[in-house]
């Protein structure tokens, strides 16, 4: 069943825990993150980038993650990630998207609030939920590239401040994620995330998260964090699983048999991070 994220969160923030959030690419990947939160009864997040929607469109996605919906007995929210600009948020609500975000990150503060203010003016009025992040998140995704940031973490004054003034439904914290393949061992600032989650009230949220080891996504959780995000390591999964079949072989032509591998290893790897983030058994 298609759901708001607003729905799925607040019961997340409410019973300390949270909700992963994977971006998909293609059917296949709509049906293997389908079917491990269909095996773990747990609530999910389907979302895809301003990259992705490229591809195939924000009426394509959409189908595709609301006929999964439709024959699931779980929660299912269908996120735009990342919306670059008012009218790339306002055209996934259009299509039927179920919660949007607006990514004013890389704009001056007011700018940000101003921007986010705008969209969520329109989803708000036909009750779909807005993610807005403040500070920068590094790293490279579709589109997105945050290299270079000179200030790596969210300031806290500033993010009591913004979602005040935004009235946003989550916030997206820079504390020390990135996006794309880490070189190194990612270290999440939990002194940071603390300070935010003790003067915002709405769900926090973490970005970049693949390759960010589980313990480390465990404690973001007790510290506010109520949605997850993972994109890279899905692709990975996905990549492995094909190339593992056409290694074996070679002579293979029908996409659905080295398809149903990424499928598998794609819904191994969510079903995996489903019990991280504690939202098994929570549909």
């Known amino acids: 069943m298609l759901v708001t994220s607003k729905e799925i969160l607040q019961d997340a923030q409410k019973n300390n825990y949270a909700v992963g959030a994977f971006n998909v690419e293609n059917m ?12 773990t009864k747990s609530p999910v997040i389907m979302q895809t980038t301003p990259g992705t929607v490229k591809f195939a469109g924000f009426d ?8 999964a919906a439709e024959r699931a007995a779980v929660p299912v929210v269908c996120h735009l990630d990342h919306g670059n600009s008012f009218v790339n948020a306002v055209l ?12 004013g990150s890389k704009l001056p503060f007011e700018g940000n609030i101003a921007l ?22 590094g790293g490279k995704e579709d589109d997105l590239d945050n290299t270079g940031t000179i200030n790596p973490y969210t300031d806290p004054d500033e993010a009591a401040e913004f979602v005040e003034r935004t009235h946003c439904d989550s916030l997206a914290v820079a504390v020390g994620t990135a996006h794309g393949v880490y070189k190194g061992t990612p270290q999440v600032n939990f002194a940071v995330l603390s300070k935010i989650h ?3 009230s709405v769900p926090l949220v973490l970005h970049g998260t693949s390759g960010v080891p589980d313990e480390q996504v465990r404690e973001a959780i007790r510290r506010g964090v109520c949605k997850v995000n ?5 692709r990975i999964a996905f990549t492995r699983g094909i190339k593992n079949y056409m290694n074996d072989n070679h002579d293979a032509f029908d996409p659905k048999k080295y398809g ?6 794609v819904k191994k790897y969510v079903a995996q991070k489903m019990e991280v983030v504690g939202s098994c058994g929570k549909a």
């Open 28 to 39: 296949e990947m709509v049906l293997a993150v389908m079917r491990a939160a269909e095996e």
């Open 60 to 67: 394509f996605y959409f189908a595709n993650i609301r006929a």
């Open 92 to 103: 996934a609500f259009k299509t039927g998207y179920t919660s949007i975000m607006i990514d």
């Open 116 to 137: 986010t203010r705008s969209v969520v003016e329109v989803c708000h009025a036909g009750n779909i939920p807005v993610e807005a992040e403040l500070g920068r998140v």
């Open 198 to 200: 003790d003067v915002v």
């Open 230 to 234: 993972y994109a890279t390591d899905l």
């Open 260 to 265: 149903a591998m990424g499928i598998e290893e």
